[in-house]
């Protein structure tokens, strides 16, 4: 099976699923192919994905569901402060006198901005350093390995608030920064998924037929090994945007006049005991949006590992 | 087994090392504001003042000096002074109290709650606690901490209070409360680690009760109890320990929000403060004790994989 896989070219589009893994059901379907079967018919997987495709349009577009920008100066009137919600002013006014609603919708765009920057910063750092830890071993392996444990010691909040310190708060830079301090996660689960995959036949097979150290990394350990990452990264995006909004909360991620729902708990939680929905509002689409990505990585996960069924 | 331990310690070494090291070039040698100008606050610092604290200091040695300097001192116990001269090791043990009561109590609810929990959907695999476990762990994880934070606060420490007349958790931390005072924080804290636990005991313990010797033990005729205790649950603790340990450090850094929430003033709290004023010395301080009482969970987490499972031994 693994021989006339290497011998037979590869179909255009077929590349990543060409990959050994041994398939449970008789019929020509990949690991792939199933999973994306599997997630048509899953109603988490649907629910989560619509509403990640309501929160891409919000963020891609906000003024389509807003009457004005929350950064126009006529924006906020102070006598209009901590208001109730009303017909007109669906989730009320804040303590400055804005429109919570506007302001909530114009948040989502730096949440997405720092879940989707972060996570492709990571998998990409993360993902290249393990399958160069894992396909070299030796003293690479060990180095890099070390070095993981190092930044698993240091708490992420912690972290966090020590380079960003040092820098403009905006939702580029808390990226960097989550990126810098959650690489090591993907890195281990590269490395331990090319570790298992490195010995197996196909790669003993593509070596005797004289495939150089490049091609078998990309074409045989890479599309094998990648599943696992892509589930974690998944289901990390949301944790990333809940990680920006604790930054942001405690004052050193995005910084005014910048809109982050993170920022807006943390002026609403002043007046909290008096102002409930000053604070509920943004902090209900916080937790929409973490859900609805945690949804999606859930059922990717579920679909792309059937030792869980 | 004691050479083991030996080994793991000496391991540890380099990763504490690496860990201060790291945090002290991030505090010291990141570009920013001048701590002796932050010191004399909006007015220009008086450069001969200044000049004599960059002296006693050492702040105008080369980097790797000044971490040699403070590492040195560390293993002697000195942790050094912070810039307005008190010292740090004092700042740290008066908080540290606090936040290492706050995080054992959160350690104690994640760790029952979340077994049990996750032992009941696993047994019920399918049925409604199962799915109940399912979706309120989903909500759980996706709500951040500082929003369950000032929910609970509002709910249980207020509203229950004036609305019910049931005074029993106090929307601020009261320190003449004793134990009482920690159980809403450190359930606060414990929420999100809770509900990944329970979601891997669930996991865990679903696979283990498939394999043969729990079938087997069934067959036996051993009583269902048994059975899940002794065969299943064991086998299945091995992730689930794993996670507790390495959760027990993530507690105590995470603690900086929930100590922020419920006026807490222990070392998270220290630590942001330290961050913002440019306290080199009480965060690197803060950090290092910090990474110890990971590294020392981990390695507690290590040599317990010996008891759950005879066939690990170390040589």
Not at chain 1, 230 to 244: D, F, H, K, R
Not at chain 2, 48 to 68: G, I, N, S, T
Not at chain 2, 82 to 97: C, N, Y
Not at chain 2, 109 to 116: L, S, W, Y
Request: charged share 15%; aromatic share 10%.
């Amino acid at each position: 099976m693994t021989d006339t896989q290497i011998a037979g070219a590869p179909s255009a589009g077929a590349v990543v699923s060409k990959g050994g893994r041994k398939k449970k059901k008789d019929r020509e379907a990949s690991l792939w192919s199933d999973a994306i079967d599997d997630l048509r018919r899953n109603p988490v997987f649907l629910i989560g994905a619509f509403l990640v495709l309501c929160l891409l349009v919000i963020s891609a577009v906000p003024q389509w569901f807003t009457d004005g920008s929350p950064f126009d100066s006529t924006a906020c009137v102070l006598q209009d402060s901590l208001k109730t919600p009303s017909a007109e002013h669906w989730f009320g006014y804040d303590i400055q006198g804005c429109d919570v609603y506007t302001r909530t919708v114009w948040a989502a765009r730096n949440s997405v901005i720092v879940g989707i920057v972060t996570t492709t910063l990571v998998t990409v750092i993360g993902g290249a350093l393990g399958l160069l830890a894992g396909w070299t071993g030796g003293i690479v392996d060990s180095i890099l390995s070390r070095f993981t444990e190092i930044f698993f010691a240091i708490p992420l909040l912690l972290g966090g608030m020590l380079i960003m310190s040092a820098l403009p708060g905006n939702a580029w830079t808390v990226s960097l920064v989550l990126a810098i301090l959650g690489w090591p996660q993907i890195f281990r689960i590269m490395r331990s998924s090319v570790l298992q995959n490195k010995n197996n036949d196909y790669v003993v097979a593509a070596r005797a037929l004289g495939a150089g150290t490049l091609r078998i990394t990309l074409r045989h350990i890479l599309p094998n090994a990648i599943a696992p990452v892509i589930v974690v990264g998944a289901i990390s995006l949301g944790v990333y945007i809940s990680a920006e909004a604790a930054l942001s909360y405690l004052g050193i991620g995005v910084q005014p006049p910048e809109i982050s729902w993170g920022l807006m708990v943390s002026d609403a939680s002043v007046r909290w005991l008096q102002a409930p929905h000053v604070l509920l509002f943004p902090a209900v689409a916080l937790s929409i949006t973490v859900l609805a990505f945690i949804m999606v990585g859930d059922a990717v996960r579920d679909a792309l590992d059937p030792k869980l069924r | 087994m004691g050479r083991y331990l030996i080994r793991r310690l000496i391991q540890a070494i380099p990763v504490l090392l690496g860990a201060t090291f790291l945090i002290y070039l991030l505090t010291f040698a990141m570009p920013g504001a001048d701590p002796i100008q932050l010191l004399a606050g909006e007015k220009k610092a008086d450069p001969l003042v200044a000049a004599m604290l960059r002296e006693k200091y050492h702040l105008d040695d080369p980097f790797l000096l000044q971490y040699w300097n403070y590492i040195t001192g560390v293993f002697q116990g000195d942790f050094g002074e912070t810039l307005s001269g008190r010292k740090v090791l004092d700042m740290i043990t008066e908080a540290f109290p606090y936040t290492m009561n706050l995080a054992i109590v959160a350690f104690v609810i994640e760790a029952i709650v979340g077994v049990v929990a996750g032992i009941m959907a696993a047994l019920r695999r399918g049925k409604f606690i199962d799915q109940l476990v399912l979706i309120s762990t989903l909500l759980v994880i996706s709500i951040p901490v500082f929003v369950t934070g000032f929910v609970l606060q509002l709910t249980l420490g207020v509203k229950l209070k004036n609305e019910w007349g049931i005074d029993f958790f106090s929307p601020s931390f009261n320190e003449a409360d004793g134990f009482r005072a920690y159980l809403l924080p450190a359930f606060v804290l414990a929420s999100t680690s809770l509900a990944y636990v329970a979601r891997l005991t669930r996991t865990s313990l679903m696979e283990t009760m498939r394999a043969d010797y729990v079938r087997t033990a069934t067959a036996k005729g051993l009583p269902r109890r048994r059975v899940v205790v002794n065969h299943g649950l064991r086998n299945a603790m091995i992730p689930i320990v794993t996670f507790l340990g390495a959760d027990l450090g993530g507690l105590m850094g995470g603690a900086v929000i929930t100590e922020r929430i419920f006026n807490i003033h222990g070392v998270g709290g220290l630590l942001a403060k330290s961050v913002y004023l440019k306290e080199g010395a009480v965060v690197v301080g803060g950090v290092t004790l910090l990474v110890l009482v990971y590294l020392i969970a981990n390695l507690i987490v290590d040599l317990l994989y010996a008891v759950l499972d005879p066939r690990i031994r170390y040589a």
